[in-house]
């Protein structure tokens, strides 16, 4: 009864199809229904869940995330676990690789050209665009040129070996914004930390060798 309603009014709302069709959940029935109307179909549920639009817009909203949809929630449900991101994740999705070493700006001003993309008037270094001169230069660039310029430039290839020249010599910062010039140079796992157990596991995988460290 409840996904029968629920079809029927998202095609009301939605102006697809006949709103008097009945949703079965025939395979005839899902195969019909094509993925942009799918992703409209999910949208609908996050906002107003298994109660539907009208009985959100008519009560506010009622019950949980499942009843009344994401929206409108009291607070956010995490189940326990704060916002953050696992070692794991960070670990394996590792993007360096496709930064590429110079920001090719274009002419957002002028006309495109044959292959549809506008001229080119300047490299810059992304030394200059991180950091506390990477806030100056990239506020006179502008956020429009920035956006368009990164959306015409190709990414860096996913692959081994190839890592941006500007990140191995980056200079670091403090927490009060200030430059660190003084780099830490890791030569032994002994400079890594003291813990004589996690010494012996990291030199039974990486060896001896520091450098075997990036995953990339």
Known sequence: MIGASLYREFKDESSHG???TIFNGSR????SIPATYVSNATTFFFRYGLFGKKFKDTFGHV???MLGGLLGLNKPETHGVPYSLTEEFVNVYRMHSLLPDNLLLIDTAAAPGPNKTPPLIEE????????LRGEKTLFNIG?????????HQA???LKLFNYPMFLKDLIAQNT??????DHVDLTAL???TDDVEAINALRDVYGDDVEEFDLL
């Open 124 to 131: 810059v270094h992304m030394v200059d665009v991180v950091g």
């Open 18 to 20: 006949d709103s008097n």
């Open 63 to 65: 019950g949980g995330a």
């Open 155 to 157: 990414s860096g290839a």
């Open 28 to 31: 005839e029935q899902w195969d």
């Open 143 to 151: 956020f429009t040129k920035q956006m368009v310029s990164m959306g």
């Open 176 to 181: 009060d914004g200030k430059d660190r010039p």
């Open 190 to 192: 002994e400079d890594l």
